[in-house]
């Protein structure tokens, strides 16, 4: 009887062993989404989250019975990816950063966002469909065809339009004098006015900045100053700096044929280079301008250092860099327009209540060589960024209920909301001043966003602005190279080499390079 | 049961259960099979060992062949299919990344950087050894300093690594507050380009490694008959001459296995750089292939983690004649002690 016992008390107990072990396994699908609650994953920093959680109450509102969840996770990207590739615990709706979606498209993950693109918002001036009211150089941007022969359709949806550039400090702007002098424009001991206009410009500021170093220092109690300071960790946003240099040079919508080079070196406008026709778009006269001129600013090639900025700034991530500036370390800092939501926390060092400083973003300095409108006039031009996605996983439980939610986002009151609470803008035609009101206006920060982009007469983007779908080539629609995919060692030799050497190397390199990148896309 | 052979009571022997045979000799009709003592003793086993073979199968051998099988696809895009790419996984990581014949230099350093983990491991064994020794005499305050050393395993290395990275900082560390004090300047050592990253890397892999390795050769130094020491003591041995003459040997066979996870560590060797130093570094210059394992299968996308998996298979076949030579030898030198 004992013995009977013990052997059906261990049956059971290795049955429940063996059970334990199976209970990981479970049907392909989402497990943890539930019908009606609304999963949006999303990257925490930049933007922040206010936004979105207003949009999540509005939608709440309009949608009876449904709930909407929002987990913020700074590792989203990878999260994202290993819940794609298992179609576990899927949330609804993704928003990340610049993430390789191409992929994704052709292994059928992605839900088609046709009926996103095709839906009716209210503008104030009457209905229009999402895809009419994104901005022209960006609206088929998401567009691919998932097999070879299928028509191209949406998969992913723009998040925002962020300037890349130089945020600075308007205080110290304007009680610095000049030390030299500029024919019609200035007088030594003139004070600053306004933000440097051309990269010579520049180089004259941060001159008339080292040379009062002693009295920021007294001023603001540090015990070091530099004009400017970068991330060294994130180096993609020197490149982005160089390609508003880049574009102006090389000219965007038409070939700058004031520039012989241009001319003569070919590859096309700095819109062509994004459709890679072939390797000699990598050729193109600008890419050295824009890397002399980055030089010019930021390195000195006699020492192989940097220059008017921190020596430690190499080792700096982003956050070191925002922390300098609202340290009032740094005059200026490169980065997005993100930077400003981002500094939220330390923007009030003495405590106050209110920010420490002015804080703006400038437009972009031209470089020598910039192109010229029919009015003889510097063509205004600046890099923005529209490389974020939000997209929604084919095997979400709320597919559609994710695509009434995206098109709330591109609703006109979302994208005056989204720009009130992040001072950053998205990719459609709205008038973002249409949200100042009696009870609302725009801080200086997110007034010099919106001047600076109805100032500018072209918004370079990483797209092929003006190329047909039809025409283009596989390599932008699925690989997208840039300058260091092609020489590697581009960021360790802006210190060593002069910018003709780069740009040198840059082409041999995408020469080289070109037969494996058509392999890999064909 | 009485004597061999002999059945004092014929009805409950077990062989006339199972085998047909009667305590006098008449035949029995054979006992089904399942209830034979044999079967029973194999499915007992078998109920022990089947879960984790299943696991073995699945998470291992499943695993392992599909990742072999994949470094010889590429994955087409333009289909959403993998393709049959033959060997041209393998011909790329040996042109580029082992001999980097393609003129990249930050491929060849990310294959090459991993070998760091030898030297930093061989570092750390005689430091273990001098280390567990002194413990093992008891020398002053050994309770104290055996906190000191067991400390950093405890810790979370995240923990570590930013405390000790933190020191080094250029703007808050007081590493560097230090040099500007004693020398005039301080160097970046935390710069995406900087010449003295590998050097914290190597202080920190043996500071935060060592403790392991200590508790590992003290607990084979404690297994040393006492006999042994009061021998050294009566006689006179020196602290240093125990050490080399009389423990070392005894501990030999620890010091060997120790050996072999030197040359293992290279394929492994991930989380000190990328802890410490955050980013690859232009070029390459302190990236790792584990690390760039690691970020592949972050990433996901499926050619990068083909190349990836397609580095690990190339590491693999590269370190096992090291592994077999260094256990050949460690055979051969370190002889078998009992005590």
Known sequence: ???????????????????????????????????????????????????????????????????????????????????????????????????????????????????????????????????????????????LSRYEGSPSVPWTMLMGFSQAGLVYNEEMLLSTPHTTAKAGEWDVGDLWTAPPETVADLVAYCNDLNAREDEILEMTGNTEFDPLTF???????????????????????????????????????????????????????????????????FVDLNTHQYKNVPLASTSYSTYDAERRFTQQQTAMVVGGAFIYNEMTGVRDVDGDGEDDFTMKMMMLPAVEGAQVGD????????????????????????????????ILLCEEESLLDYTKLTSELRPFKYDPMDAETEDFEYGPFALSVIENFNACDVHLVRCPVGTEMEERTLISLYSQPIWDTAYTSFTASLLTQDAGTIAENIYSGAQKEWPKWEAQVR | MGSAGKV??????????????????????????????????????????????????????????????????????????FEWYGLQNY??????????????????????????????????????????????????????????????????????????????????????????????????????????????????????GMSTNVIMMNSAMSRIPEDISDYSRLEGVGFWREAVQIVLPLVLPTVGIYMISVVTAVAAFALQPMLLAGTMGLENKFGTSAWFILEAAAGGQQNTMILASTIGICMTILLTPFVVAVRVLVNKFTPEVDF
């Open chain 2, 91 to 208: 011909i790329e990581v040996f042109r580029e990344y082992m001999f980097g014949l393609d003129d990249y230099p930050e491929k060849r350093a990310l294959f090459w950087n991993s070998f760091h983990a030898v030297p930093i491991n061989l570092i750390i064994l005689p430091l273990s050894f001098v280390c567990a020794y002194a413990f093992y005499k008891k020398i002053r305050f050994q309770k104290y300093f055996r906190v000191c050393f067991y400390l950093p395993s405890i810790i979370s290395i995240s923990v570590l690594a930013l405390c000790f990275r933190y020191m080094f900082h250029s703007d808050f560390g007081p590493i560097k507050a230090l040099f500007e004090n004693w020398f005039g300047y301080a160097p970046v050592w935390l710069s995406n380009d900087s010449d003295q990253m590998w050097t914290l890397i190597y202080i920190f892999c043996i500071w935060a």
């Open chain 1, 375 to 406: 009015d003889g006039e510097l063509l205004k031009m600046n890099l923005y960024n529209c490389e974020d996605v939000v997209l929604i996983p084919s095997q979400a439980t709320n597919v559609e209920l994710a695509k009434e939610f995206l």
């Open chain 1, 231 to 297: 991330s060294g960790n994130e180096p993609v946003w020197l490149q982005r700096l160089m390609y508003g240099w880049w574009g102006q040079y090389q000219g965007a919508e038409e070939l700058n044929t004031a520039n012989a080079d241009v001319a003569e070196q070919g590859g096309g406008t700095f819109f062509d280079f994004w459709n890679y026709g072939s390797a000699d778009v990598f050729n193109q006269a600008g890419i050295e301008a824009a890397i002399g001129a980055f030089q010019d600013v």
């Open chain 2, 8 to 81: 004092e009571n014929a009805a409950e022997d077990p062989r006339e259960r199972e085998e047909g045979i009667s305590a006098n000799g008449r035949k029995k009709p054979l006992a089904p099979f399942y209830k034979r003592a044999a079967f029973r003793k194999y499915i007992f086993i078998l109920s022990l060992i089947i879960i984790p073979m299943l696991n073995f199968i699945v998470f291992w051998v499943y695993v392992s062949a599909d990742t072999i099988l994949s470094t010889f696809r590429h994955f087409s895009m333009r289909t959403g299919e």
């Open chain 1, 1 to 143: 009887m004992k013995g009977k016992a013990v052997k059906i008390c261990s049956l059971i107990f290795a049955g429940m062993l063996a059970a334990g072990c199976m209970a990981a396994c479970g049907d392909r699908g989402t497990t943890g989404a539930q019908e009606n609650v609304l999963t949006i994953r999303y990257f925490t920093g930049g933007t922040g989250s206010v936004w979105l959680e207003n949009a999540a109450e509005k939608f709440e509102a309009s949608h009876e019975g449904v709930t909407v969840k929002l987990e913020g996770d700074s590792g989203v990207t990878s999260l994202m990816q290993t819940q794609l590739t298992s179609g576990k615990d899927l949330a609804d709706i993704y928003m990340t950063n610049e993430f390789a979606w191409q992929e994704q498209v052709s292994m059928g993950r992605l839900a088609d966002l046709t009926d996103v693109y095709e839906a009716e918002v209210q503008t104030k001036d009457g209905p229009v469909k999402i895809k009419d009211y994104m901005l022209d150089e960006v609206a088929e941007s998401r567009y």
